[in-house]
């Protein structure tokens, strides 16, 4: 109890000395976001309060406060909570520069920036199957007979939302909605979240699942950094390794460039509307999108970075050839998040 | 009991308990504004639809399961630790009550990573264990996470039973069986129904745990709704259906309390209780608790463990720890005793002055538990930057959230200490000449240190892994170490969650072990 006012006294002083400071508010996880911006403060001298918890509950939060939030900043891990920032009207148009830095990704809106990207693909487990037995498209995932009852996916997770919503703008409606029937028919288990479907798959309760790359990327544990040929001091010392009895039998398998079960999307950062200096917040969005932060992403994280130059380990795919693998669409056409809950409803899966 | 109806209520009690009272209703004003700005076509689509009602069913379902399973293990458990002649009672009671300080969510997925093929039991000890699922999974596991809210409620009323009345009964030609039948497990009532109330609120609101079952509760519904639709208005109209079950609940406990007849009548002080010796059923009993520590602490721990083995860069700083570590004590050491303090006076308007106003206060405490707490964290919010701004992001607010939220856990133990405590005692004071406040504290409070004590261990073990409250409403920049765990366990980084993990079961095994030994004065 005695160290919260002393902790206050000296904010309150240092605030004095010197007025830059920044409220950001994060629903990455802190391992991923702590030391990039403890960097952040020793390059620019600003300091920075962060309080962080999952996105529904900071975009919750954030609506809550209206007009008095304190935050200058919402750095968000899905476009999905980003658009619904948009739509509540919480975020600050940014300046064209900024957002010509990413090389692809940007939203048509120009209200948040794009951080880093990931990928959907699928996870199998290649001691059961050969990855010449999977579907060139994951639109034909559930017509593989040796698959039934062994494909897992995650119809509550933000990601997987996203990719239905690309579905639907590619494929159509009624399309999808067969897509997911005949998932739903080939007996495809539902979990929580993507660990809980990887452990799933090493306990040989599923075969496949349809997943984020970088999940598997961690639960294999990268910690070969061969490719690695940073500065001895900018190195990140990675390993943010994982259960290692589930590191035996995960592989990922890409669906073909262009399929929508190759789907990039992406996590992002914006200023909101209630920040009194939205160029010290800007600062920062930059700051995320320099090639020290960017390569932090890449090793820490295992997402793909939104600049190029940013050496990736062996481990990821090339930065060119996976900008080609997404399908081409309309970013924008990614927000319609309610009209894919509906879907969802209407099968029963949520 | 002596018939207190009529009498009016005292007002050194009425004042903190109508306190109490507005800070569990806010969250109520808050739900039902938000409720209000539904449309109805939508409201058609997301609330009142079959599935809902199919949810409804497998909550009620796990509810009921899960309390019968619990009554199975916790009533022995606490009859074994304090009324037998095992060795080693207060250190089993000590980790029997640990369970609660794992985090349900860690639980799940450390059992979930022990199991099956090419897991931890079948790594080191080639035991293929089949994994967790479904609504058996979730029984079982939810069970072995929350049936300590019954275990120390029990104990404490088993520690508080006059034994007088056991021996009067022998003396009345009862035996064995029959001495437990008609006399202690009566006696247990307001224990057992404070803890089945616990954990029924606790099923109805577990969203973590019966998620990586692959069971789908009402609370999914809910937790949906909040975080894949970002949505709060029909959030809120999931939160009070889910309301209206816990109203019912309340309902069915305060008509089984009524016109309980417990404290003793007898002069004098309690005995000393006897302890019963096993026998030849001591390796018996050993191994029967044996069952709920293996499965909800050293499994789920050990598997923690074991993914720390092999990394090479371990990078959890000790600053960090240590900070984490203090930010969860400030919180949550006061907490407890905020929230035991508000619940005292709400338990003992209920048990001294029964009436119908009273056990409706009472019972109200009750309501805030109900709210999910992502909504109550969101009323905090919505009412602190309105009506107390400096409040908001203070390390006072989260206490009161906190205590606000978690005094409903603290009123079960208090309630039956008071029930066992008679009022007699307190009146002859009055009738020495102490006022009523004075009275209560010389002769009531001592007999409640039992109560209290385990009463402040519950809120405190609560508010150690609690979340959403603490994301919302700590300080900018608070770390507890629930909020790391959950930081890394969301990222999938498992190695740099255990040390945290490992931590908040050994912080919260010194804190009730400090409070155990408070016992025994």
Request: hydrophobic letters at 50%; proline letters at 6%.
């Amino acid at each position: 109890m005695k160290r919260f006012p002393l902790a206050l006294l000296a904010a309150l002083v240092i605030g004095a000395v010197q007025a830059q400071s920044l409220t950001i508010y994060a629903s990455r996880g802190e391992g991923l976001v702590q030391p990039i911006i403890k960097q952040f403060e020793k390059d620019t001298g600003i300091q920075v309060k962060l309080r962080f918890g999952p996105d529904a509950e900071i975009l919750a939060a954030l609506q809550e406060e209206g007009s008095r939030s304190p935050a200058d900043l919402f750095w968000a891990n899905s476009s999905g909570s980003l658009e619904a920032a948009t739509k509540a009207g919480l975020l600050l148009k940014l300046p064209p520069e900024l957002l010509s830095r990413p090389s692809e990704f940007v939203p048509s809106s120009g209200l948040w920036v794009p951080v880093s990207v990931r990928f959907r693909v699928l996870a199998y487990n290649p001691s059961k199957i050969k990855p010449s037995e999977l579907p060139a498209s994951v639109m034909d995932l559930p017509q593989i007979a040796k698959l039934k009852g062994r494909i897992g996916w995650t119809p509550t997770y933000s990601s997987f939302q996203d990719f239905i919503t690309a579905m639907r703008a590619l494929k159509g409606e009624a399309a999808t909605k067969a897509w997911l029937l005949a998932m739903k028919a080939a007996g495809a288990k539902a979990y929580a979240n993507n660990p809980a479907m990887l452990d799933a798959m090493r306990a040989g309760e599923i075969d496949v699942g349809l997943s984020n790359h970088y999940y598997i990327q961690r639960l294999l544990a990268g910690i070969q950094e061969g490719e690695y040929e940073g500065k001895e001091e900018d190195q990140v010392k990675t390993p943010t390794s994982s259960n290692p009895a589930a590191k035996a039998n995960v592989a990922t398998y890409y669906f073909s460039k262009g399929d929508v079960g190759s789907l990039a999307l992406v996590t992002g950062a914006a200023v909101l509307k209630t920040s009194k200096q939205p160029a010290l917040a800007e600062k920062f969005l930059n700051y995320l999108l320099e090639a020290k932060s960017q390569q932090f992403t890449v090793d820490q994280v295992r997402e793909y970075p939104v600049v190029s130059g940013i050496k990736l380990p062996a481990s990821l795919l090339p930065f060119t050839e996976v900008v080609g693998r997404s399908p081409k669409l309309d970013f924008s056409k990614l927000t319609d998040l309610d009209g894919t809950l509906k879907l969802l409803r209407e099968v029963g899966l949520l | 009991m002596v018939r207190t109806a009529g009498r009016p209520l005292p007002w050194h009690f009425i004042l903190p308990a109508l306190l109490a009272l507005a800070g569990v209703l806010l969250p109520m004003v808050y739900l039902l504004l938000r409720a209000l700005q539904a449309d109805p076509q939508t409201l058609q689509e997301i609330v009142f639809r079959e599935r809902n009602l199919r949810l409804l069913g497998n909550t009620l379902a796990l509810m009921l399961g899960v309390l019968l399973v619990c009554t199975l293990l916790a009533l022995p458990l606490a009859w074994l630790t304090t009324r037998s002649n095992l060795r080693g009672k207060r250190f089993l009671s000590l980790l029997l009550t640990l369970p609660l300080a794992v985090p349900g969510y860690v639980g799940a997925f450390a059992l979930l990573g022990a199991t099956g093929p090419g897991g931890l039991l079948e790594t080191l000890l080639h035991l293929n264990w089949p994994r967790p699922q479904g609504y058996w999974g979730a029984l079982g596991v939810l069970t072995l996470f929350i049936y300590p809210y019954l275990f120390l409620n029990l104990r404490a009323a088993l520690l508080g039973l006059d034994p007088s009345l056991e021996e009067a009964a022998r003396s009345l030609g009862y035996r064995g069986i029959a001495v437990v039948l008609k006399v202690v497990l009566p006696q247990l009532r307001p224990a057992l129904y404070a803890g089945w109330l616990l954990i029924g609120l606790h099923v109805l609101g577990d969203f973590g745990v019966v998620s990586l079952m692959r069971f789908e509760t009402f609370s999914y519904a809910i937790y949906i709704q909040y975080s894949a639709s970002f949505d709060r208005v029909y959030a809120a109209w999931l939160s009070l259906m889910l309301i209206v079950l816990t109203l019912s609940l309340l309902w069915l406990e305060a008509r089984a309390l009524l016109g309980l007849n417990l404290s003793r009548v007898g002069q004098g002080s309690a005995r000393r209780q006897t302890q019963t010796p096993l026998g030849r059923w001591t390796p018996l009993a050993y191994g029967f608790a044996a069952i709920p520590i293996a499965g909800a602490l050293v499994i789920p721990l050990a598997t923690v463990g074991y993914w720390t083995v092999g990394i090479v860069a371990q990078q959890t700083g000790l600053s960090d720890l240590l900070d984490a570590l203090w930010n969860t004590l400030q919180a949550s050491a006061p907490a407890a005793l905020v929230a035991t303090s508000l619940a005292l006076p709400l338990a003992y308007l209920g048990v001294r002055y029964p009436s119908r106003l009273s056990r409706a206060l009472e019972r109200t405490a009750y309501l805030g538990y109900a709210v999910p707490p992502l909504a109550f964290a969101l009323a905090l919010i919505f009412f602190s930057l309105r009506g107390l701004p400096f409040l908001y992001q203070t390390l006072g607010l989260l206490i009161m959230a906190y205590a606000l939220y978690f005094m409903a856990e603290a009123i079960g133990p208090i309630r039956s200490a008071l029930y066992q405590a008679s009022p007699r005692l307190e009146e002859a004071a009055r009738g020495l000449g102490y006022r009523p406040a004075q009275a209560f504290m010389r002769a009531t409070f001592p007999l409640l240190r039992r109560g209290l004590l385990s009463s402040m261990a519950l809120v405190f073990l609560s508010s150690v892994k609690e979340l959403p409250l603490t994301f919302l409403l700590a300080p900018v920049g608070y770390d507890t170490l629930a909020t790391r765990i959950w930081s890394y366990t969301s990222e999938a980084v498992y190695a740099q969650a255990a040390p945290y993990a490992l931590i908040i079961v050994v912080f919260s095994a010194c804190f009730i072990g400090l409070l155990l030994t408070q016992e025994r004065r």
